[in-house]
């Protein structure tokens, strides 16, 4: 039973249309159950019903016109109760309906099973019997567990458009991860990784000759590399070994490849996409046939192909070398780098398959004020390229080809927010302060190079947290101590006298470095920050080094400590950043020792605050990784992207007891997290007694508007009522209620 549900699985996955998939289940399922009927109902939630999409044993004639409400007729009854429904006499069960365009009046077994896709309801799988049976067991549980297979399947081609629904022409949209706030209009480029055969835009050629040419010569040069490597291992390797350098030449042959290349790109395909085309083609029949050897040549289909695809994509540029002037960047993995390819006045938004709202590159973007959604799982790369489409950063969503009246709303919408934006800008220079003459120090979260220091210097109080990572993931080795000394004297000169907290190297979980990459099955639980550079003493006092020579004469550097799990580690950094004081004074470089913080963002540093306060001289939350590990929630990962919420009542409540604590230990406690950049979450922490809120630039108009119309005692009523509160839902409703009634809701961002 499980090869025949890995073989319809692979059939549905590999169909050229979504169409071809469903007639293909349908039919394999029927043929595997030995049934009369096997049909699909779709949902449909633009008209609220259950659709008859595709059916073997009743008329095709009522494939998309019988309809029917969910809690309507059997299979709404499976709808409606999201569990399967098992009948001997269907006729003869009280909310039977009959339709006579489909001719069901003959079939009497009934089996339907709901199609569920991360908690969304996606349609029915029926199967009926002419004669009266129960189904057993065995059937049972052989068409939940097909159901389950098919729900990603479905819920991606429903996402991409292949699947149309009835009432849904033109525009799609797709759902992510919100991961930069702002909305922005314009076109889609994609970004395709080298010799990646999955996300090879689809492109019609300017000229096909020359696209049939290119094919031919990297397909020479594929064999001629084969052909080397063949006679370099002559002598290493066994004669059967060598025979499979021979059987890639036949694959590569005239007839067996390059000619049926050669045809889709007459067809109207580039030479890399009709490459990719071809080959995934052959590579999903391979893996479906019974011939175990035939299947293990698949993988060798898909390296052939990967090779030629690579030679060609030598020629092709991964980024084009004019962007559109609204340029939306789409890419499976986004990198810091890649947004540096784009001209800072041509970017207007981010998309990624992968990461998450606290991704790095999320972070970056946030900092740069660029629209950003991550985590859109179900995005078809290859069709986005070129596309109009709208960026919705707030609610994490992509609309491609919008219509106009889509069009008209976020027109409307883009509008208001920038009118916002001037209006709060001519406050900006006023302090941070309450009504009630309470005064909030908001300071700046930095890492990239700062482009307007003199501006930001009058608003802010100083920089709460800069991200030394930045520094080392834009280069192609560590950075040296000069080089490290350079840069980090321009950030404090540039803010000097306000203190600027540096964070030594935190790498690791979302921040890889090129040059030393960490791969573990769960690297948030793994070898990343203060572990990292600990283990890496060389690493940790260069960097020491260079921020203590780069503070002389200005005496505004503070070193904050990530991810600390126990006080040993904070024993182990102070001993080194002691070591590397004295050794500077021997070199005559005379420095006073900074200020060291801790951050609070593993659970066990909540237990640890007396004796972390005996060593370090303040404390800074990260509230979004206090946040992930709190509600055991990988923020990387959009399957659970929607339970990670700073405004949990567990998160507000820890936040709460920390500020108490602190104050208890006589310690300044600040918190760099983007709840500190929300403006809701900025009056809760003013309110819990936190004595600064470091956040990205973009955020500050905000969060100042917020801060200067809501007294101090008003704040502290809004923590009290909401951590009375159950559910993260129930705080997002009434903060919102709260700020409306502050008529500070044009402070929010868009809401569904």
């Known amino acids: 039973?499980?090869?025949?549900?890995?073989?319809?699985?692979?059939?549905?996955?590999?169909?050229?249309?979504?169409?071809?998939?469903?007639?293909?289940?349908?039919?394999?399922?029927?043929?595997?159950?030995?049934?009369?009927?096997?049909?699909?109902?779709?949902?449909?939630?633009?008209?609220?019903?259950?659709?008859l999409m595709e059916t073997i044993g009743l008329r095709t004639q009522a494939v998309g016109h019988v309809a029917l409400p969910v809690g309507e007729g059997l299979v709404g009854l499976v709808a409606s109760r999201e569990e399967p429904l098992n009948l001997e006499d269907a006729q003869a069960h009280p909310q039977f309906r009959y339709f006579e365009s489909t001719g069901e009046e003959r079939y009497s077994s009934f089996l339907g099973v709901p199609i569920i896709h991360q908690r969304r309801m996606l349609g029915v799988l029926v199967v009926q019997q002419a004669e009266k049976r129960r189904y057993g067991e065995e059937d049972e549980a052989f068409l939940v567990t097909m159901a389950a297979q098919l729900a990603g399947v479905l819920a991606h081609a429903l996402a991409t458009g292949n699947l149309t629904r009835p009432s849904l022409a033109g525009q799609v949209q797709f759902k992510?991860?919100?991961?930069?706030?702002?909305?922005?209009?314009?076109?889609?480029?994609?970004?395709?990784?080298?010799?990646?055969?999955?996300?090879?835009?689809?492109?019609?050629?300017?000229?096909?000759?020359y696209e049939i040419a290119r094919l031919k010569e990297a397909i020479g040069r594929v064999r001629e590399e084969l052909r080397a490597a063949a006679e370099r291992l002559a002598n290493r390797v066994s004669a059967q070994e060598l025979a499979l350098f021979e059987v890639y030449q036949q694959m590569l042959s005239e007839a067996a490849l390059s000619q049926e290349v050669e045809k889709r790109i007459r067809e109207g395909q580039w030479a890399p996409g009709a490459l990719a085309d071809v080959v995934k083609r052959h590579v999903q029949y391979l893996e479906r046939v019974d011939d175990d050897y035939l299947r293990e040549r698949a993988a060798d289909v898909r390296d052939l192909g990967r090779r030629v695809l690579a030679h060609l994509q030598e020629e092709t540029p991964q980024t084009p070398e004019v962007f559109p002037d609204s340029t939306i960047l789409v890419g499976d993995e986004l990198s810091v780098a890649m947004l540096g390819e784009v001209?800072?006045?041509?970017?207007?938004?981010?998309?990624?398959?992968?990461?998450?709202?606290?991704?790095?590159?999320?972070?970056?973007?946030?900092?740069?004020?660029?629209?950003?959604?991550?985590?859109?799982?179900?995005?078809?790369?290859?069709?986005?390229?070129?596309?109009?489409?709208?960026l919705d950063g707030h609610r994490g969503r992509l609309f491609v080809r919008p219509g106009e009246e889509l069009l008209t709303h976020y027109r409307g919408l883009i509008a208001e927010e920038q009118a916002l934006t001037e209006v709060l800008e001519h406050e900006q220079d006023l302090p941070s302060r309450t009504p009630d003459g309470h005064d909030m120090p908001l300071m700046v979260n930095t890492g990239l190079v700062v482009d307007a220091v003199a501006q930001l210097k009058r608003r802010i109080s100083g920089v709460g947290l800069y991200r030394t990572e930045v520094p080392f993931m834009v280069t192609e080795r560590f950075p040296g101590e000069q080089e490290q000394t350079r840069l980090y004297r321009d950030q404090l000169e540039s803010f000097a006298p306000l203190p600027v907290v540096m964070r030594t190297l935190d790498i690791g979980g979302d921040k890889d470095l090129p040059y030393f990459p960490i791969e573990e099955a769960n690297p948030f639980l793994g070898w990343r920050g203060i572990r990292v550079t600990l283990d890496h003493p060389e690493v940790l006092m260069v960097q020491l080094r260079a921020m203590l020579r780069a503070s002389q004469g200005l005496d505004n550097l503070q070193v904050l400590l990530p991810m600390v799990t126990n006080v040993d580690e904070v024993d182990d950094a102070l001993k080194l950043l002691d070591r590397a004081i004295v050794e500077l004074g021997e070199e005559g470089v005379s420095v006073p020792r900074p200020k060291v913080g801790v951050m609070i963002e593993v659970p066990a540093t909540l237990y640890q605050l007396d004796a972390l306060a005996r060593r370090a001289d303040f404390f800074s939350v990260g509230s979004n990784d206090l946040t992930q590990y709190l509600l055991a929630v990988d923020r990387n990962n959009p399957?659970?992207?929607?339970?990670?919420?700073?405004?949990?009542?567990?998160?507000?409540?820890?936040?709460?007891?920390?500020?108490?604590?602190?104050?208890?230990?006589?310690?300044?406690?600040?918190?760099?997290?983007?709840?500190?950049?929300?403006?809701?979450?900025?009056?809760?922490?003013?309110?819990?007694?936190?004595d600064a809120l470091s956040m990205n630039a973009p955020s500050l108009p905000r969060v100042r508007a917020a801060i200067r119309r809501v007294?101090?005692?008003?704040?502290?009523?809004?923590?009290?009522?909401?951590?009375?509160?159950?559910?993260?839902?129930?705080?997002?409703?009434?903060?919102?209620?709260?700020?409306?009634?502050?008529e500070l809701t044009h402070l929010l961002p868009p809401r569904d």
């Open 1 to 51: 039973m499980l090869e025949v549900l890995r073989r319809i699985t692979q059939e549905v996955t590999g169909a050229r249309s979504l169409e071809a998939a469903l007639a293909t289940m349908v039919r394999r399922i029927r043929k595997a159950m030995e049934a009369d009927v096997c049909s699909f109902y779709l949902f449909d939630e633009e008209i609220e019903q259950l659709v």
């Open 176 to 209: 992510g991860v919100a991961g930069a706030p702002g909305m922005s209009i314009g076109e889609a480029v994609v970004i395709a990784p080298p010799a990646d055969l999955d996300s090879v835009p689809d492109l019609i050629p300017t000229d096909v000759e």
């Open 343 to 390: 001209p800072r006045e041509k970017l207007a938004g981010l998309v990624s398959v992968r990461g998450s709202s606290t991704s790095h590159v999320a972070i970056i973007a946030r900092a740069m004020g660029i629209p950003t959604v991550l985590g859109m799982v179900d995005l078809p790369l290859p069709r986005l390229s070129g596309a109009r489409v709208i």
């Open 639 to 690: 399957r659970v992207a929607a339970l990670y919420d700073a405004c949990h009542p567990a998160v507000l409540s820890a936040m709460a007891t920390l500020a108490r604590e602190a104050k208890r230990l006589d310690r300044p406690i600040s918190v760099c997290g983007e709840l500190a950049g929300d403006p809701a979450g900025a009056l809760l922490l003013m309110g819990m007694g936190f």
């Open 711 to 742: 007294p101090l005692q008003g704040a502290r009523d809004l923590v009290e009522e909401t951590l009375r509160l159950d559910s993260p839902g129930e705080v997002r409703h009434h903060l919102a209620e709260r700020l409306g009634g502050w």
